[in-house]
């Protein structure tokens, strides 16, 4: 019954998170309409930093002291380029394929383990990713008219894969603050260059909605790490997939984006895909 309790309790925080990780992305999207890109994601960076400023004060300079700053390099350009993509993508695409792609990084995970960290991969694991790159290859309009921002968010994809492997080799050694800061830090750093010959001064609703990012996906980032926490992703990852519904909804809700019948069906082998892979134990 413990379980069980757990399981649900998981399930929750999972769910609870998508939807915030999409009523982020719905932000993301109605702001794109009046600011650049580049302005968005750098103060998406510096709210998160704001949001750590008081943990990296009390622990001073110990809480930068790394033997891994290569690692940590590699996790945060990989993670802003990521970001960039990702946030180009919701304010060209619909916000239901954008989560869709997005849902692939499960898929592309224990291929990048597997070059980068000798973990073995399973004859399921390869169907999987058959499975789900053949519904890639639906949502990217097999009719001959590809929108490219859909391929600039399956780049975010693969960016955010090898993000979240360099962290999987960081956590062996480093802390937990000291890799979100280094990321906070070299990502608000990044994000600045551009604002030199892009720099448009937001107004003060734009700032309240730039806040809303920050804060919706931080909230998210708690929830997920919550949810994890109470369950093992086996039983619990397949829930991730419900920020392409939350997507969905908000798109039609707001915008009046549907999915259109090959997203549709790419949806379905990209869930399929994720489950088996969730399912799927790696090794050494």
């Known amino acids: 019954m413990t379980n069980r309790q757990s399981i649900l309790r998981g399930a929750f925080f999972i769910i609870a998170s998508e939807l915030s990780f999409a009523l982020g992305a719905a932000i993301i999207k109605l702001v794109s309409e009046s600011l650049p890109n580049e302005s968005i994601v750098f103060f998406r960076n510096l709210f998160g930093l704001m949001i750590l400023a008081p943990l990296l004060l009390r622990n001073g300079t110990k809480s930068l002291q790394t033997d891994c700053l290569h690692i940590h390099l590699v996790r945060s350009v990989m993670g802003i380029g990521a970001m960039y993509c990702f946030f180009y993508a919701i304010a060209h695409l619909s916000l239901g394929n954008t989560m869709l ?39 990217l309009k097999p009719d001959g008219d590809t929108n490219w921002a859909s391929l600039v968010a399956l780049s975010s994809s693969v960016m955010a894969a090898i993000a979240f492997v360099s962290v999987r080799k960081l956590s062996a050694t480093e802390p937990t603050l000291r890799i979100v800061s280094f990321f906070a830090i070299i990502a608000l750093s990044i994000s600045a260059i551009p604002l030199v010959w892009t720099w448009q001064t937001p107004t003060l609703i734009q700032c309240f909605l730039l806040m809303g990012v920050g804060l919706a996906t931080t909230i998210g980032q708690i ?29 039609w809700l707001f915008w009046s984006e549907l999915l259109d019948k090959n997203s549709f069906f790419g949806a379905v082998l990209i869930v399929l895909a994720g489950s088996i892979v969730l399912r799927t134990k790696i090794t050494k």
Do not use: C, D, M
């Open 223 to 251: 929830l997920l790490t919550r949810g994890y926490q109470n369950a093992p992703a086996s039983s619990v990852g397949i829930f991730t997939y419900t920020s392409v519904i939350f997507g969905t909804f908000l798109g």
């Open 101 to 139: 792609i997005k849902s692939t990084i499960p898929l592309i995970i224990p291929f990048v383990s597997a070059v980068w960290l000798q973990e073995n991969i399973s004859h399921r694991v390869i169907l999987a990713g058959i499975l789900g790159f053949v519904g890639v290859f639906l949502v």
